[in-house]
């Protein structure tokens, strides 16, 4: 089969190849890939930096976002059956540890990544562990299913300490995620909306995502725009999406007294961030990781599956897998938002 493998350290080093197709063992599934999706996760590991681009082995097949249908499921496999249309948890907690035997299985610090530790859906098929599988209902489109996994972090975000009804939002960063959260705080009934960027087509996408005010942060003044947007305060809840100290330091400029920030960045190395700043504002910090097994899921599926949220801006491109890199280079001239590999 074919597959778009990390091959080499260092920036790029990607390459299409011939790999086998791995047999599920008895707890596994093995899944005939739709549909990829590409995220930040990926661009890391294509510029070798973070922690998952030191992480991954070499060669390994990338791609953690998907929706497939299953070809063949092992022995002791229970949940899924053949010709089911599944998406699938990035996650595959071991189980055991402290964190997944209480209820937190997106914490454990044993969790291995398909794409990362193991073959991931930038190819023909994946085999994976039963124990990720989400199964859909059959008449959802694949597109749309495919981006459950990232949707699910701006619903676990959104969800979280006190949610979003009624309360001011800011969005800071627009990358997909981004762009999903402020659909989805529109859905959850946040009184208005800012969403913060620096590339001004991610900015409209964000409008038509529902922001009621966009703000280019290489143009304007981002904490005495918002401010003013809010009559003079800052808003109740801040979405941190920018992984960068200056979009940091706004997170924190941009916050109320006692209000909220979701912080979803993992930022690529050491950022510099002054605490007297939080000790000022005071406002909680929510350290957003993956979704909660599997809450997340049972909250944001039937958003999508009841097209209570439009997701199509965010699928922005579809490249065939045997131009797979194209993807990536979309991302890096700022001209895509979440480019979709189509794998069929
Ligand atoms: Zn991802
Ligand atoms: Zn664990």
Known sequence: MLGLAKVEAGRDGLALGEYPIREPGAHEVLIKVLVSGVCGTDMQIYHGQGAFGERVKLPTILGHE???????????????????????????PCGECRSCRTGRSHVCAATRYPGIDFNGCFAEYVTVPESIVWVNPADVDPERAALLEPL????????????????TVVVNGCGPIGLMNVAVARHYGAASIVAVD???????????????????????????????????E???????????????RNTFQLVAPLGEVKWCATPAGPIEFDFGLWRRGRPTIHNIHGRRLWDTWYACAPLVYEGALDLAPIASHRVPLREGR??????????????LILCD
Not at 156 to 165: F, I, K, R, S, W
Not at 203 to 220: F, S, T
Not at 234 to 248: D, I, K, L, M, Q
Request: net charge negative; glycine share 14%; charged share 20%.
């Open 234 to 248: 800052g808003a109740e809840v801040v979405f941190e999406y920018t992984g960068s100290a200056a979009g940091a």
């Open 198 to 232: 620096v590339n001004p087509y991610r900015l409209g996408i964000a409008r038509q995502m529902g922001a009621d005010l966009a703000v280019n942060a290489a143009e304007k003044d981002v904490v005495s725009t918002v401010r003013r947007h809010f009559g003079g």
């Open 66 to 92: 998907m929706c497939g249908r299953v070809e063949a499921v092992g022995e002791a496999v229970s949940r899924t059956q053949a010709g089911d249309l599944v998406s699938l948890e990035s996650h595959v």
């Open 152 to 167: 699910g972090i701006a619903v676990h975000a959104t969800l979280e300490g006190q949610g979003v009804a009624g309360r």
């Open 326 to 339: 194209e993807a990536f280079e979309l991302i890096l001239a700022g001209q895509a938002v979440k480019p």
